[in-house]
Each structure stands twice: as C-alpha cells, then as structure tokens.
C-alpha cells in the first residue's frame, strides 16, 4: 500500500503564504487524483483541491478558490498546494490523499471523502490573525 507524506506546514501571520508537499515514498502515484484535504478537532476532514492524474484538471471548494492552486510533479512522485492570502479560518491539519479510481479527472462533480485513502500523518498549519 503506498503511503503518502505530507509536509510544509507552520505558524503564519493573516496574509501570509505557505506551499505544503505531499510525496509518496512507495510506489508511483502517477495514474491517479491526488486529493489535499483538511480537518479541525471535532469536524469532520473536508476537501480542499484535487489534481486529476494527468494533472491538467483540478478543483477546488470554494473557501480557498483564487487562493490556493494545487500542483503535482508526476517526475518526482509529489503533489503540493500553494496557498496564499492565508486567513485564520485556514488553520487545520492538512492531508493529502490517494484517489481509489485509476486515472480519473477532477471537476466533474463533487470530491468525496471515501473515493481517497493511503492518508499521511498530516501537517498543521496555524494562521494567526
């Protein structure tokens, strides 16, 4: 099973920016949707970006649209999220995830939770106002 690892996160100011990774360290992740998603102690985790296999299709919630872009290197097995404009309401711990489906693209309806798996510790990401 691949296992996927994320890094980048940090203790920011309001307006800030930071570019989390997310790299897989066992096999090539290439053929699939990489997902970034994020939860906060008591709520359930909720979709930030996808990226199809290829790459040329993404989508993202509506909270973090013209802010973040998510981005994947299939070279180097990695996938990362720019984001900019950080606001508070931003802080979470972020994960990035494995889409189940082979070569699916993004943007065609809702991203859900249960379609993504191989789920790495996470990286927290703190935005003080």
């Known amino acids: 099973q691949v296992q996927l690892e994320e890094s980048g996160g940090g203790l920011v100011e309001a307006g800030d920016s930071l570019r989390l990774s997310c790299a897989a360290s066992?096999?090539?992740?290439?053929?699939?949707?990489l997902g970034w998603f994020r939860q906060v102690p008591g709520k359930e985790r909720e979709f930030v970006a996808a990226?199809?296999?290829?790459?040329?299709?993404?989508q993202y919630a509506d909270s973090v649209k013209g802010r973040f872009t998510i981005s994947r290197d299939n070279a180097n097995n990695a996938a990362y999220l720019q984001m900019n404009s950080l606001k508070p309401e931003d802080t979470a711990v972020y994960y990035c995830?494995?889409?189940?489906?082979?070569?699916?693209?993004?943007?065609?309806?809702?991203?859900?939770?249960?379609?993504?798996?191989?789920w790495g510790q996470g990286t927290q990401v703190t935005v003080s106002s």
């Open positions: 995830g494995l889409d189940r489906h082979f070569r699916r693209t993004v943007g065609r309806g809702p991203i859900r939770l249960y379609d993504f798996s191989s």
């Open positions: 066992t096999r090539n992740i290439n053929s699939y949707a």
């Open positions: 990226i199809g296999w290829s790459g040329e299709s993404t």
